[in-house]
């Protein structure tokens, strides 16, 4: 079946089979959090996109991509994107990365603390880090290329279809967000780049970047 990105807890694990990539989303916890298997399709090694909840559903879809767990990205450092890290880093003894401003707010110690256009990468896939300041400090994204340029962004609760994340809390800055999603996604990245935030649907930016205005006209 084609990929949707629809997912929901409890439910099937939707695939997507790319140029050099496959990708696997699974949604846990009450809160629609999504968890994101990476399979370099070459050397079958994998990288894992936010240990959210339920340790025993992330080792199911780690065996289910036919490789062990080489890397767990933490996009960023909120509990409900981090309450089975522990269990996870524990069973694999995967390499852990997050974003330097929010690595020592992890309940596990980061061995590759990440900045702005560092490069993560496992088997022959090469992942860009982007840093969007605003919903916590060291809040990343990850943007893949394929070799036909097609573009895929893991934009954790940064941006979401109709808006960039939640900023009305004490140390977060819709302002500074709005600003690196512009700059940093907006006006880098195609209209036909297709991105995986941490809840819900995916979407593109050519269906979201209409809306821009919008969203920093109604400050949220």
């Not at 995967?94 to 560092?118: F, M, S």
């Not at 496992?122 to 340029?149: N, Q």
């Not at 600003?179 to 809840?199: A, I, L, Q």
Request: glycine residues 10%; aromatic residues 8%; proline residues 5%.
């Amino acid at each position: 079946m084609a990929y949707t990105g629809k997912v929901q807890p409890g439910g099937p694990v939707d695939m997507r089979e790319l140029d050099r990539l496959t990708i696997r989303k699974l949604c846990v916890s009450d809160m629609h959090n999504n968890v994101y298997l990476l399979t370099c399709r070459a050397t079958d090694e994998q990288l894992l996109v936010d240990a959210a909840e339920e340790p025993d559903r992330i080792m199911q879809l780690v065996a289910s991509g036919g490789g062990g767990l080489h890397t767990v990205v933490t996009t960023h450092q909120h509990w409900d994107h981090v309450r089975a890290l522990s269990e996870v880093i524990a069973r694999t003894g995967a390499r852990t990365v997050a974003g330097r401003d929010d690595a020592d707010a992890l309940p596990v110690r980061v061995d590759v603390p990440v900045d702005h256009a560092d490069t993560v990468s496992f088997g022959d896939i090469d992942l860009d880090v982007i840093h969007l300041r605003g919903h916590t400090p060291g809040s990343i994204a990850l943007a893949y290329r394929g070799s036909d340029g097609w573009a895929h962004l893991f934009t954790g609760d940064s941006l979401f279809p109709g808006g960039v994340g939640a900023t009305h809390y004490p140390g977060q800055s819709f302002d500074s967000l709005i600003e690196d999603v512009s700059t940093r996604v907006f006006d880098v990245y195609d209209d036909d780049t297709w991105f995986y935030p941490g809840h819900g649907d995916d979407s593109t930016l050519g269906a979201e970047r209409p809306h821009l205005q919008e969203w920093r006209d109604r400050g949220w």
